[in-house]
Structures are given as structure tokens and as C-alpha cells.
């Protein structure tokens, strides 16, 4: 989805590309719209009965545990301070659920939907107006670890963040 949307747009009559109309945000936002939309666009595809209803649930779901993933990595990378974004902006939408008593956070479909449109619409409005002030309103407000979303990433901290295969040099074994 990063090929989604305009690359050179208008500003004060002259033409620039996004990328310089964001400044140092651009890549922050560009991983944020490419997630979100790529979620919007899923749920175009469920929606036309070209991918099955019974995967909604799953979808996001899954999008939601790729969340933590990509925070774990820090918000001082460009997908982790997307993906914050993300999450915050889903969590005040009422699409993202965290449940204070069991420390679980849960997806609410419905809700979830409304908000990755909103959310797809507003930073794409934002990319095609160049409007750097928006973005990094965006960024200041939602681009945060707030208390729910430390917690959870305390109770990971023993996890890896990612795996490293050990391959075997199988040539050195005799048969």
C-alpha cells in the first residue's frame, strides 16, 4: 500500500513530493498509511466476497498482535511510531479494547473498521495537502507509549522480538 496515494502534490504553487512536504515525519507517517490501509483494503476485499467473512475476526486480530510487534522495536524507528500511532488512535476510536483487570487488549470488529477508514482517510488527506503541521499533530498525540501499552510491553520483555535461525553447515556430516 506505500504506492497508495499522490507522490508529487502542490504547495504554495510549486510541486514537491510528499516525502519533502513531511520532512523528517514522512517515513513515520508512510509506514503508518501503508499498514492502515492495507487493513482498509482487506476489509474492501471481505466486504466484495473475495476474501471470506469468516477471516474478519482474524484479520484484526492479528493486526492487532503486529502491533506489539513492531512497537517492541521502539518508537524511535519509523514502524513502531506508526504503529503506536496506530494503536492510540484505535484504542480512542473504541476499536482497540484494554481490559484493565486481565491486562488483555481485544479488538471490537465493528468498530475497528470505522476506524481504520478514518484513519486511512485522515492520514491520506494529510500526504495530499503536504500539511506538515497535521502530521506531526498526529505523530505528538498518538505516537506515545501510554501506561496499557508499557505494561503489556513489560510482560513481553522476556520474549524475543524476533527470531535468529541456526543453520546447520550440513556439508561438514558424512552420510
Not at 465493528?110 to 505523530?139: D, R, S, W
Not at 501506561?147 to 556430516?173: G, N, Y
Request: aromatic share 8%; net charge negative; glycine share 10%.
Amino acid at each position: 500500500m506505500h504506492g497508495l496515494g499522490p507522490h508529487m502534490i502542490m504547495q504554495g504553487g510549486k510541486h514537491t513530493t510528499v516525502r519533502q512536504a513531511m520532512q523528517e515525519l514522512s517515513s513515520a507517517i508512510e509506514e503508518a498509511k501503508a499498514d492502515i490501509s492495507g487493513l482498509f483494503a482487506l476489509q474492501y476485499l471481505i466486504d466484495h466476497g473475495l476474501i471470506a467473512k469468516s477471516m474478519e475476526q482474524q484479520m484484526y486480530t492479528t493486526y492487532l498482535a503486529g502491533i506489539f510487534r513492531s512497537v517492541r522495536f521502539g518508537i524511535n524507528e519509523a514502524h513502531g511510531q506508526g504503529m503506536a500511532m496506530q494503536l492510540n488512535y484505535l484504542m480512542d476510536e473504541g476499536a482497540i479494547v484494554y481490559n484493565e483487570g486481565t491486562g488483555l487488549f481485544s479488538a471490537d470488529v465493528g468498530k475497528f473498521k470505522a476506524g481504520a477508514t478514518k484513519l486511512t482517510g485522515e492520514i491520506m488527506t494529510i500526504q495530499a495537502e503536504g500539511n506538515y503541521e497535521k502530521a506531526k499533530g498526529l505523530l505528538s498525540r498518538y505516537a506515545v507509549i501510554r501506561p496499557s501499552l508499557q505494561r503489556t510491553l513489560d510482560r513481553l520483555a522476556r520474549l524475543p522480538v524476533d527470531i535468529e535461525p541456526q543453520f546447520a553447515d550440513l556439508s561438514e556430516q558424512s552420510n
